[in-house]
């Protein structure tokens, strides 16, 4: 009996939370261990969908970097990074939309789906809801800057209560153009703020933002982030994190959170404890 108890319990310590975000939007950046485990697949499931049943609006945007890698290289395909960006060939783009918005984004669409979610998938090609131009066509090739976001065709999605699932991938301007590989962190953010999202959770392989003594920092402002990046606290992987952080709250989102995808049920438990569980950057 006590063991319900506490049940009852946790489940009214949630009841604020979840009115606070009813009916507000947020993104999740899907990548990492959560992205790659069948458990933690099956978890992300589960946590969509109790989120999308007491009404909350989740979008989701997933990267999918390593299985790209494998596809290169089972198909003998060379791949290069630079500045932790890969090179994007008309060759390499090929692929990258096949594992993007062919392989992945329908696997996910599928899990949501036999959840009982009502998920559905969208590449920035569709409709051209992303518009992209090359970041810097001599160095990255087809890797692209996000230009222009097509807000209604994800809001209609949002009206008739379908979860949006995106794959990083963006419209070229030209006709026929073969679209953008768009570093998927940035693609989380510039979707964010387009659509208004009340927050923005990037789900990663480490605890969130730590100091010195690998302790997490739950909160941060913008001003600690860039002293934590100028002090060298912030660095390698965690700075592309921070900076779309950022790009999402400088364009209206509230919060954004980085939290440990490896991490079980780690959504809900940022999202309805007052304690959280990974690092929230704030205005």
């Known amino acids: 009996m006590q063991a319900k108890i506490e049940t009852v319990k946790t489940l009214l310590d949630a009841l604020p939370f979840i009115r606070e975000f009813r009916k507000e939007i947020v993104v999740i950046k899907y990548g990492g ?48 990074f630079i500045d932790g960006q890969r090179v994007t060939t008309k060759e390499t783009m090929r692929i990258v939309e096949m594992i993007l918005s062919g ?3 329908k696997e996910i669409v599928s899990l949501l789906n036999s959840h009982g979610a009502k998920a559905i998938g969208i590449s920035g090609k569709d409709a051209h809801f992303i518009s992209a131009r090359a970041k810097d066509f001599s160095k990255w090739g087809l890797t692209g800057n996000i230009t222009n976001v097509k807000a209604e065709v994800i809001s209609n999605l949002i009206k008739e209560n379908f979860v949006p699932v995106i794959a990083p991938i963006a419209a070229g301007e030209e006709m026929g153009h073969p679209g953008y590989n768009i570093n998927a962190d940035l693609c989380a953010s510039y979707v964010a703020k387009a659509i208004g999202a009340n927050k923005i959770i990037f789900l990663t392989d480490t605890e969130g933002v730590l100091n010195n003594e690998k302790q997490l920092l739950s909160t941060l402002t913008k001003d600690e982030v860039k002293l934590l990046k100028d002090n060298g606290t912030i660095h390698g992987g965690m700075v592309p994190k921070v900076d779309a952080c950022l790009e999402a709250i400088d364009g209206g989102v509230q919060k954004a959170h980085i939290i440990d995808g ?17 690092t929230q950057i704030v205005k």
Not at 33 to 38: G, H, I, L, Y
Not at 262 to 278: A, D, K, N
């Open 33 to 80: 261990s959560a992205q790659t485990s069948p458990q933690l697949k099956e978890k992300f499931a589960e946590d969509i969908l109790l989120m999308y049943l007491v009404g909350i609006k989740p979008v989701i945007v997933h990267g999918g970097g390593k299985k790209i890698t494998d596809m290169l290289d089972a198909l003998k395909i060379d791949t290069q």
């Open 103 to 105: 392989e992945i984004n």
């Open 262 to 278: 490896r991490l079980e049920h780690s959504m809900l438990l940022e999202l309805f404890t007052s304690e959280g569980v990974g």
